[in-house]
């Protein structure tokens, strides 16, 4: 793809989750898609909840869309950030007041430099031509030391027959990237430490990463 095809892409793909999108991911999923949301939930909550035990450090989830992990990030300074006017404010209903909503762009985060101690972001990396650019983003908001967890879609044959699985999502994004830990781990250069693997019978791929100290 060309830099031409590829900067057209990249607006297309904004358009549609700013403009387009309307799906509330708290609400609307029905089986077997919902239970694969709870058990995806199930597993970033798990992780970060064995990981992080000072309740009161600063969190940024990344990609909230309507508050479905949000909801269940149990810190005293919890941020949120979507792209999507809607969503968000679907995601203050399902969520408690201490949490402070962001509308902006992953690629372009209007936030400063080194202040979070904890980035989340799930289901999220997936929908960029150019991840690279929303990591470079996250690494610069994150303070030396702070973790960045998160998901993506492995590649897996069921991802094949994801139209056929759902009655309630919509398919027709315009662009969506499953991964393999090789293909997605290269990705995460900037980060120290990085732990990177499937879970949820190989749908998903995990990974913990931190920024280096100074």
């Known amino acids: 793809m060309d830099n031409l095809d590829n900067t057209h892409l990249q607006k297309v793909v904004k358009h549609y989750y700013q403009e387009i999108e309307r799906y509330d991911w708290v609400t609307e999923p029905k089986y077997p898609e919902k239970l694969h949301h709870i058990l995806r939930r199930r597993a970033v909550i798990s992780v970060i909840n064995k990981l992080i035990k000072?309740?009161?450090l600063t969190i940024l989830d990344i990609?909230?869309?309507?508050?479905?992990?949000?909801?269940?990030?149990?810190f005293d300074h919890v941020n949120a950030l979507d792209m999507n006017k809607w969503a968000l404010q679907r995601a203050?209903?399902?969520?408690?007041?201490?949490?402070?909503?962001?509308?902006?762009?992953?690629?372009?985060?209007?936030?400063?430099?080194?202040?979070?101690?904890?980035?989340?972001?799930?289901?999220?990396?997936?929908?960029?031509?150019?991840?690279?650019?929303?990591?470079?983003?996250?690494?610069?908001?994150?303070?030396?030391?702070?973790l960045f967890i998160g998901t993506v879609p492995a590649k897996h044959i069921i991802f094949k027959y994801r139209k056929f699985l759902t009655t309630t999502c919509p398919v027709s994004e315009p662009f969506h990237n499953n991964y393999t830990i090789k293909e997605f781990t290269p990705l995460l250069?900037?980060?120290?430490?990085?732990k990177v693997r499937y879970c949820l019978?190989?749908?998903?791929?995990?990974?913990i990463v931190q920024k280096p100290l100074l």
């Open 189 to 194: 250069k900037n980060f120290r430490e990085a």
């Open 63 to 74: 990609g909230c869309g309507t508050g479905f992990i949000t909801s269940r990030l149990n």
């Open 54 to 56: 000072n309740k009161h």
């Open 92 to 146: 203050i209903i399902h969520t408690s007041d201490r949490v402070n909503f962001i509308q902006g762009d992953a690629e372009n985060l209007p936030v400063a430099s080194n202040m979070f101690d904890l980035v989340v972001s799930t289901e999220m990396l997936e929908h960029l031509v150019q991840p690279e650019s929303a990591l470079d983003e996250i690494y610069r908001i994150m303070k030396p030391g702070g």
């Open 201 to 207: 019978f190989k749908l998903l791929i995990i990974f």
